[in-house]
């Protein structure tokens, strides 16, 4: 899926995915002009518009889940688009929602109800809010996997589309998941693959066969779906691996049929980003799995929250996680900007600009026919003009943080809580690291790796165990916090604890549960997390270890209601704050990797950085600045290296110039002077080291003498300025 592509190039995108009838029956509250406005949408006017302004790509309204007949009028509103798009040298996107407006659809498809969700009461599940018209479609109806096929070839072939983009890429929330027959027989052969043996069913439910199982629901009077802060029921944590592979298996086969009709088809999905929330359980969400079938990501982070203590989480920066994990596996990063605030930050962690708001989103308005605020306008000139910098680059951070798919599935709250705080430390200690997913754990995705973080990991398997014991031994090194390892991936409690060659731990009470009196039978069993009780720093083979026990957050969970889909709690932006031992954190981390900031920023709080691997193999360190504050500063920008910068520039909005740096020794590092810094700046360099012959070379792969270690990143030898 890694292949090249024009989105690889960053994406300056604009929307109005929503047709016209979409937005009727949504809301009568409707600006008088409104018809006259559509119809400017799909003008060769507006379409050179956008082309004189840098926009790449139009995300244009196409199944909104309208029958054929009331749909046919806008199928050929998107025709006419994606011709004018093609030939003003556009790319043109079409728009995919995976719901059923059923008053519409009813009228050319009596079928249709066969292809939604009905929940555990036979009933049938709706968007939400007041959209009663529109019903949630099941992935596993074969009548809606034919009918999208259908929509899929008449997109492709018929409008010439150059991107599919899946909104609504997800399964619905209980209590309105769906049971219908279709998920009730794919579930029960999915429990039947997983457990395949008599042996392996008793070990996991205590008796044989699933003919007689069902889908579970939920005590929605006395113990709704949103109530549990983690799930051990075996059949509900099948389920919740069930609702990802359903829609893993459903952007899959989409995928790859679209891709048999054009291969080079570029698909983009909705739903797959990282937040606070158990987005397993929610949705189906399992996003290193998904991502590998899509070309894009798009991210509508859910995670803010308003906050009014001192060091609330700048709005701009929620979005970090989901582009993180997109640079680790390759991916473009598809969004939106209100202000140059949030436009800086696309570009430093994204690659793109995506959406500008003030222009619509869903639904264009007549402001994107104003010229852009100047502001704006010379990021997007800067953008324009140095792609080499931005687009579908590499991590260069050597801190890796693992985010476990069973222990955030089946854990919703305290992984999240310690994943969340873990990164944000990171992010705003200015530690370049990536995030990483089970996918990646092995020796092959964690060779540019010195540092893993696990963040009270409790599920982990003895192949996991057996990687990271040898990622240690070889030389690496490894933070372990909480719980981590409580649990083998079968869930069963260990009886010797993971990594206890390491730590030497020694026995685990193995008391996770322990039963009362309590005729209340949601209160009969209190779950306990054992863990050790004091830090511990080891080094083992040729690597080091630290084993944190305990991070002192400042909210627990629970702390807060976050009212994600209205009712579920999660870990949202105000739990992100750093926890009040965090200098223990960073000092241990700090002797795990003597290598833990390969380049430092001074002089100002506001500033938020990350290293990447450029498309020619050079180095860059994007620099972003929050805050209302954009007035110039200098800063001092510093590099841990044995040799000045071979060749170094720095590119910043408005400068139409590269400014080379000139370099001066401190200490281990080699420092240089930023000028006139505002918004966003990015430096690109490559490092260099004496040989033995005290010849000047590229730098290679970082060394494991902790003596002396230099930073040290894959390097090109050809870079132009």
Same mark, same amino acid.
């Given at each position: 899926?890694?292949?090249?592509?024009?989105?690889?190039?960053?994406?300056?995108?604009?929307?109005?995915?929503?047709?016209?009838?979409?937005?009727?029956?949504? $809301?009568?509250?409707?600006?008088?002009?409104?018809?006259?406005?559509?119809?400017?949408?799909?003008?060769?006017?507006?379409?050179?518009?956008?082309?004189?302004?840098?926009?790449?790509?139009?995300?244009?309204?196409?199944?909104?889940?309208?029958?054929?007949?009331?749909?046919?009028?806008?199928?050929?509103?998107?025709?006419?688009? $994606?011709?004018?798009?093609?030939?003003?040298?556009?790319?043109?996107?079409?728009?995919?929602?995976?719901?059923?407006?059923?008053?519409?659809?009813?009228?050319?498809?009596?079928?249709?109800?066969?292809?939604?969700?009905?929940?555990?009461?036979?009933?049938?599940?709706?968007?939400?809010?007041?959209?009663?018209?529109?019903?949630?479609?099941?992935?596993?109806?074969?009548?809606?996997?034919?009918?999208?096929?259908?929509?899929?070839?008449?997109?492709?072939?018929?409008?010439?589309?150059?991107?599919?983009?899946?909104?609504?890429?997800?399964?619905?929330?209980?209590?309105?998941?769906?049971?219908?027959?279709?998920?009730?027989?794919?579930?029960?052969?999915?429990?039947?693959?997983?457990?395949?043996?008599?042996?392996?069913?008793?070990?996991?439910?205590?008796?044989?066969?699933?003919?007689?199982?069902?889908?579970?629901?939920?005590?929605?009077?006395?113990?709704?779906?949103?109530?549990?802060?983690?799930?051990?029921?075996?059949?509900?944590?099948?389920?919740?691996?069930?609702?990802?592979?359903?829609?893993?298996?459903?952007?899959?086969?989409?995928?790859?049929?679209?891709?048999?009709?054009?291969?080079?088809?570029?698909?983009?999905?909705?739903?797959?980003?990282?937040?606070?929330?158990?987005?397993?359980?929610?949705?189906?969400?399992?996003?290193?799995?998904?991502?590998?079938?899509?070309?894009?990501?798009?991210?509508?982070?859910?995670?803010?929250?308003?906050?009014?203590?001192?060091?609330?989480?700048?709005?701009?920066?929620?979005?970090?996680? $989901?582009?993180?994990?997109?640079?680790?596996?390759?991916?473009?990063?598809?969004?939106?900007?209100?202000?140059?605030?949030?436009?800086?930050?696309?570009?430093?962690?994204?690659?793109?600009?995506?959406?500008?708001?003030?222009?619509?989103?869903?639904?264009?308005?007549?402001?994107?026919?104003?010229?852009?605020?100047?502001?704006?306008?010379?990021?997007?000139?800067?953008?324009?003009?140095?792609?080499?910098?931005?687009?579908?680059?590499?991590?260069?951070?050597?801190?890796?943080?693992?985010?476990?798919?069973?222990?955030?599935?089946? +854990?919703?709250?305290?992984?999240?809580?310690?994943?969340?705080?873990?990164?944000?430390?990171?992010?705003?200690?200015?530690?370049?690291?990536?995030? +990483?997913?089970?996918?990646?754990?092995?020796?092959?995705?964690?060779?540019?790796?010195?540092?893993?973080?696990?963040?009270?990991?409790?599920?982990?398997?003895?192949?996991?165990?057996?990687?990271?014991?040898?990622?240690?031994?070889?030389?690496?090194?490894?933070?372990?916090?909480?719980?981590?390892?409580?649990?083998?991936?079968?869930?069963?409690?260990?009886?010797?604890?993971?990594?206890?060659?390491?730590?030497?731990?020694?026995?685990?009470?193995?008391?996770?549960?322990?039963?009362?009196?309590?005729?209340?039978?949601?209160?009969?069993?209190?779950?306990?997390?054992?863990?050790?009780?004091?830090?511990?720093?080891?080094?083992?083979?040729?690597?080091?270890?630290?084993?944190?026990?305990?991070?002192?957050?400042?909210?627990?969970?629970?702390?807060?209601?976050?009212?994600?889909?209205?009712?579920?709690?999660?870990?949202?932006?105000?739990?992100?704050?750093?926890?009040?031992?965090?200098?223990?954190?960073?000092?241990?981390?700090?002797?795990?990797?003597?290598?833990?900031?390969?380049?430092?920023?001074?002089?100002?709080?506001?500033?938020?950085?990350?290293?990447?691997?450029?498309?020619?193999?050079?180095?860059?360190?994007?620099?972003?600045?929050?805050?209302?504050?954009?007035?110039?500063?200098?800063?001092?920008?510093?590099?841990?290296?044995?040799?000045?910068?071979?060749?170094?520039?720095?590119?910043?909005?408005?400068?139409?110039?590269?400014?080379?740096?000139?370099?001066?020794?401190?200490?281990?590092?080699?420092?240089?002077?930023?000028?006139?810094?505002?918004?966003?700046?990015?430096?690109?360099?490559?490092?260099?080291?004496?040989?033995?012959?005290?010849?000047?070379?590229?730098?290679?792969?970082?060394?494991?003498?902790?003596?002396?270690?230099?930073? $040290?990143?894959?390097?090109?030898?050809?870079?132009?300025?």
């Amino acid at each position: 899926m890694n292949k090249s592509s024009w989105a690889d190039k960053g994406i300056f995108s604009v929307g109005g995915w929503h047709p016209l009838s979409g937005r009727l029956r949504r $809301s009568v509250n409707q600006p008088e002009e409104l018809e006259e406005q559509y119809e400017w949408d799909f003008s060769e006017k507006r379409v050179k518009l956008l082309a004189s302004r840098g926009v790449d790509l139009v995300l244009s309204q196409f199944d909104r889940g309208l029958g054929d007949s009331d749909a046919s009028e806008d199928h050929e509103r998107a025709r006419k688009l $994606s011709g004018l798009c093609h030939r003003y040298g556009l790319k043109h996107g079409s728009y995919l929602a995976n719901t059923v407006y059923f008053e519409s659809m009813l009228k050319d498809y009596p079928e249709c109800e066969d292809w939604v969700v009905k929940n555990y009461n036979g009933k049938f599940s709706h968007y939400g809010g007041e959209q009663t018209f529109r019903w949630v479609v099941c992935f596993n109806s074969p009548g809606w996997l034919k009918r999208m096929k259908n929509i899929i070839r008449k997109a492709i072939e018929y409008l010439n589309t150059d991107l599919l983009h899946f909104d609504n890429l997800a399964v619905w929330p209980e209590p309105d998941g769906c049971h219908c027959i279709y998920c009730q027989k794919k579930f029960r052969e999915f429990l039947y693959h997983r457990y395949p043996t008599e042996a392996e069913q008793k070990y996991r439910f205590g008796y044989t066969g699933f003919d007689t199982f069902r889908i579970p629901n939920f005590y929605e009077n006395f113990q709704p779906a949103w109530s549990f802060d983690c799930f051990v029921n075996p059949l509900i944590q099948d389920y919740i691996d069930f609702r990802c592979e359903t829609v893993t298996g459903y952007i899959k086969e989409l995928g790859q049929y679209a891709r048999t009709l054009n291969p080079d088809i570029l698909l983009d999905s909705n739903g797959q980003s990282i937040s606070g929330v158990n987005r397993a359980f929610l949705h189906g969400i399992n996003s290193g799995a998904q991502l590998d079938y899509v070309d894009i990501m798009c991210d509508e982070c859910p995670d803010y929250r308003e906050d009014k203590e001192m060091d609330a989480i700048p709005k701009s920066i929620l979005k970090f996680r $989901s582009m993180k994990q997109a640079r680790q596996l390759g991916k473009a990063v598809f969004t939106s900007f209100g202000d140059v605030e949030e436009l800086a930050f696309n570009l430093a962690f994204g690659g793109s600009p995506g959406i500008f708001m003030e222009w619509g989103y869903a639904e264009q308005n007549s402001k994107e026919q104003n010229p852009l605020p100047e502001d704006i306008q010379c990021l997007l000139n800067h953008f324009q003009s140095n792609r080499h910098l931005y687009g579908t680059l590499r991590p260069g951070g050597k801190v890796a943080v693992l985010r476990s798919q069973k222990s955030l599935s089946y +854990i919703s709250t305290s992984t999240h809580l310690s994943a969340c705080v873990i990164e944000q430390i990171l992010f705003n200690r200015r530690i370049p690291f990536t995030i +990483i997913g089970d996918d990646e754990l092995c020796a092959k995705g964690l060779k540019k790796i010195d540092l893993l973080i696990l963040p009270d990991v409790e599920y982990l398997s003895e192949e996991q165990e057996k990687i990271i014991r040898n990622f240690v031994f070889s030389g690496k090194a490894l933070m372990l916090t909480e719980a981590s390892g409580q649990f083998k991936a079968t869930g069963r409690i260990r009886k010797i604890p993971a990594f206890n060659d390491i730590f030497c731990f020694g026995a685990r009470n193995s008391d996770y549960e322990k039963e009362n009196a309590c005729l209340d039978s949601s209160r009969q069993f209190k779950k306990e997390t054992k863990q050790f009780s004091k830090t511990k720093f080891v080094k083992f083979g040729n690597g080091r270890a630290v084993y944190v026990p305990e991070i002192q957050y400042r909210h627990m969970p629970g702390s807060f209601k976050s009212k994600y889909n209205i009712h579920y709690n999660g870990i949202d932006s105000r739990y992100w704050k750093e926890p009040a031992n965090v200098m223990e954190l960073l000092n241990a981390m700090q002797w795990l990797t003597p290598d833990l900031y390969p380049v430092k920023l001074y002089d100002n709080k506001n500033i938020f950085i990350d290293t990447v691997e450029l498309r020619d193999k050079s180095q860059a360190c994007m620099i972003f600045r929050a805050g209302n504050d954009a007035a110039p500063v200098n800063l001092r920008f510093c590099v841990k290296t044995s040799q000045a910068p071979l060749m170094s520039g720095l590119y910043m909005p408005g400068n139409d110039k590269t400014e080379k740096l000139q370099w001066g020794k401190n200490g281990d590092y080699f420092e240089a002077e930023l000028r006139g810094v505002k918004r966003l700046a990015v430096i690109k360099y490559i490092l260099t080291k004496k040989t033995s012959k005290g010849k000047v070379k590229n730098e290679g792969k970082p060394t494991v003498n902790r003596k002396s270690v230099v930073c $040290s990143h894959d390097a090109h030898s050809v870079f132009s300025i």
